[in-house]
């Protein structure tokens, strides 16, 4: 086992920056031990989920117990630090614990925020670089659906969201399932 994740550590190294970030270890199992489940704090959870990071891509399966390569930068949650997170290549919040960097939860969405919960810096990004205007069908208002056919704009650093203007007024979108999360007034 240990001759697999070396191999798998060396040719992650030696495939470039394109490639993976990094190895996940899988630290639980017959040879690593037992897992313990730990219960993520909903402050903590509700923090990662409300500000998303660029997507990491790592090489190996993502699950709770495994060790986050040195690598990869890990984001501190300012109101408990035993916590970290970053978000991983499906846009996914995982979060980490700051000591041994194991991981302690994968979300499993990345649920539709109130408005006053998205980050001021992105929603001053969407406003400072308007979009070309697109028409869409019917009323748009929170929880409404973009057609996938209609493009959306991505939001420099947060991967997690993207947005569109129509009429005049932008309109954030969540990247999981393209629901309207934020509606300029």
Do not use: H
Request: hydrophobic content about 40%; aromatic content about 8%; overall charge negative.
């Amino acid at each position: 086992m240990r001759n697999v994740i070396l191999a798998a550590a060396a040719v992650a190294l030696l495939s470039g920056p394109a490639a993976a970030q990094g190895v996940i270890v899988d630290a639980g199992g017959p040879n690593g031990g037992p897992l313990v489940a730990v219960e993520t704090p909903t402050t903590v959870r509700e923090y990662v989920i409300g500000n998303p990071r660029p997507a990491v891509v790592l090489e190996g399966r993502l699950v709770e117990g495994a060790i986050v390569p040195e690598t990869v930068e890990l984001v501190p949650v300012p109101s408990d630090p035993d916590y970290v997170y970053f978000y991983d290549a499906d846009n996914r919040p995982v979060i980490v614990r700051a000591s041994d960097r194991s991981v302690v939860a994968v979300e499993t969405t990345t649920a539709a925020l109130p408005s006053g919960d998205l980050p001021d810096e992105l929603i001053g990004y969407v406003r400072d670089n308007r979009a070309d205007d697109l028409v869409l069908e019917g009323r748009i208002e929170n929880g409404y659906v973009v057609p996938v056919e209609a493009r959306l704009t991505p939001i420099a650093g947060y991967d997690g969201y993207s947005y569109f203007y129509s009429e005049g007024r932008p309109y954030v979108v969540s990247n999981v399932d393209r629901r309207v999360v934020y509606i300029a007034r």
